[in-house]
């Protein structure tokens, strides 16, 4: 089993660039497919990002595409989300998820992170 914590959320202008991270313990990650998700409040959990277990494959939701960048360190244990000229509809708590199998765009994920607050101000 695989605790995931996040971090790195915060209050942003439009524009800005923001990093989040998602460490890994009880478990090593290098065997799980990872991916970012997030959730606006009344509204649906949204698949933001995935990358597979060596990190050479990747997915992206189109509306991030070009602005936001997975990538992992094994050795630490860590996925990472780079998020770059964020937008005020990027607002949303963030989520990272794990699982053995492949990476998939929805939610299919066995282990689930607490999320951190990203706030995108216009």
């Known amino acids: 089993q695989v605790q995931l914590v996040e971090s790195g959320g915060g209050l942003v202008q439009a524009g800005d660039s923001l990093g989040l991270s998602c460490v890994a313990s009880?478990?090593?990650?290098?065997?799980?497919?990872v991916g970012w998700f997030r959730r606006v409040l009344g509204k649906e959990r949204e698949f933001v990002a995935a990358i597979n277990q060596s990190g050479v494959s990747t997915y992206y939701a189109d509306s991030v595409k070009g602005r936001f960048t997975i990538s992992r360190n094994n050795a630490k244990n860590t996925v990472y989300l780079q998020m770059n000229n964020l937008k005020p509809e990027d607002t949303a708590v963030y989520y990272c998820?794990?699982?053995?199998?492949?990476?998939?765009?929805?939610?299919?994920?066995?282990?689930w992170g607490q999320g951190t607050q990203v706030t995108v101000s216009s």
């Open positions: 009880g478990s090593t990650l290098s065997t799980y497919a």
């Open positions: 998820a794990a699982r053995r199998l492949v990476m998939v765009r929805t939610p299919s994920y066995d282990y």
